[in-house]
């Protein structure tokens, strides 16, 4: 371990040189779909104006994923991105976590259906589901298993295909998100940089806020569930909106506590990408310059799992972050869910 982190991050809780072992991430990748559907579009579709969405959200456009392209063909192509970046072969993955809320189907998971498609066969692979917390989680879980000995080479993947269960009716929520998919290759690198701490947390008594009710063993698809849009994810916008802010927040001060680290010296925020409101009441409440902030939710609207996988891919390719930064994400979803984590570059 260089002198640095041990002078720097004393705190126990911060993981970064427990037992001689770094969990580094040694390359990102993401990958969006071609069609951009814009606020013009959906006005052309729905009642709403360029002028709403923008001001209520901060969105301009959304990518949207062709008919025959799912869920894996999205984490497929962000987790080639990463193991090239990471120079990593398929042989070399120990683990595959796609954190997602709209797999291929309920089962096989969509990680197998990656391990398939990348050709990673000695991998173990499984699905996680927080919602647009589950790339946080699957960093933490990615990480436990290397600072454990049990893995090397573990791939984390957030991927959404929301465009398919998004009510194309409903302007309240369609609007709001797009397809996605950012990935991560968590390698154990002695004397290297990573990942430092990651809170999770939930509080499923707020289940109800923003859910789909069909599809699973309460509501199995019949003709009447399709008919009554159970399909269809449904949110409470302004009680999530005040939740969202509140628990990005205190999982952006419990990271910060535990590695020890002022807001100040963090080089890049990278939050949940879902609404520029959110993003810059967060930012405020934390006390962080508007230049700390990512932002790129006007490209894509919120694409759930994939969102700050996607934005720490642009922000590491634009080259707003360089080795040695301080990086935070924070995330906040349905559960609810929500998570941050802090990265040394
Ligand atoms: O990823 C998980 C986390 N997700 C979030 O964090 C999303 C959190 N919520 C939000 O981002 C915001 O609550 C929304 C963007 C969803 C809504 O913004 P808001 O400022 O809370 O608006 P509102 O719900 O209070 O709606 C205000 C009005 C309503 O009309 P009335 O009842 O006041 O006449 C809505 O019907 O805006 C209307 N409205 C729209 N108008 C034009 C709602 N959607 C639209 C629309 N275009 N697309």
């Not at 349905?334 to 802090?342: D, F, N, P």
Request: with cysteine; charged share 20%.
């Amino acid at each position: 371990m260089s002198p640095s982190h041990s002078t720097r991050f004393k705190n126990p809780r911060a993981k970064h040189d427990f037992v001689g072992r770094t969990c580094s991430i040694s390359g990102v990748g993401s990958y969006v779909p071609a069609k951009v559907l814009t606020n013009a579009d959906l006005a052309r579709m729905i009642e709403t104006t360029d002028e709403w969405i923008t001001t209520r959200t901060g969105i301009k456009e959304r990518r949207i994923a062709a008919k025959n392209e799912f869920t894996s063909d999205l984490a497929t192509q962000a987790a080639l991105c990463a193991m090239r970046r990471a120079g990593v072969t398929a042989d070399q993955v120990d683990l595959i976590i796609v954190a997602t809320a709209t797999p291929d189907m309920p089962f096989p998971s969509t990680a197998c259906l990656v391990q398939r498609k990348i050709g990673a066969h000695r991998a173990a692979a499984f699905d996680l589901e927080a919602a647009c917390s589950g790339f946080i989680y699957g960093l933490e879980i990615g990480q436990q298993f290397i600072m454990s000995r049990t893995y090397d080479t573990v791939l984390v993947i957030g991927a959404e295909k929301l465009s398919s269960i998004v009510d194309w009716k409903d302007r309240n929520t369609c609007v709001l998100f797009g397809d996605g998919a950012g990935a991560a290759v968590l390698q154990n690198r002695p004397n290297s940089h990573g990942l430092l701490t990651a809170v999770m947390g939930a509080d499923g008594r707020k289940s109800d806020l923003l859910f789909m009710a069909g599809g699973g063993s309460r509501c199995p698809a019949s003709a009447e569930s399709v008919a009554a849009g159970l399909h269809y994810l449904r949110m409470d916008g302004k009680e999530t909106f005040k939740n969202a802010v509140q628990a990005m927040q205190t999982a952006a001060e419990e990271a910060l506590r535990r590695c020890e680290i002022d807001i100040s010296r963090i080089k890049c925020i990278i939050p949940h990408q879902a609404n520029l409101r959110i993003i810059e009441a967060v930012g405020e409440r934390l006390g962080a310059r508007p230049e700390q902030l990512f932002v790129n939710v006007q490209k894509y609207g919120n694409t759930s799992a994939a969102s700050v996988a996607i934005a720490l891919d642009e922000a590491v390719s634009s080259g707003q972050i360089q080795r040695g930064d301080l990086i935070l994400l924070v995330v906040f979803g349905a559960g609810l869910t929500w998570g941050a984590a802090v990265i040394e570059w």
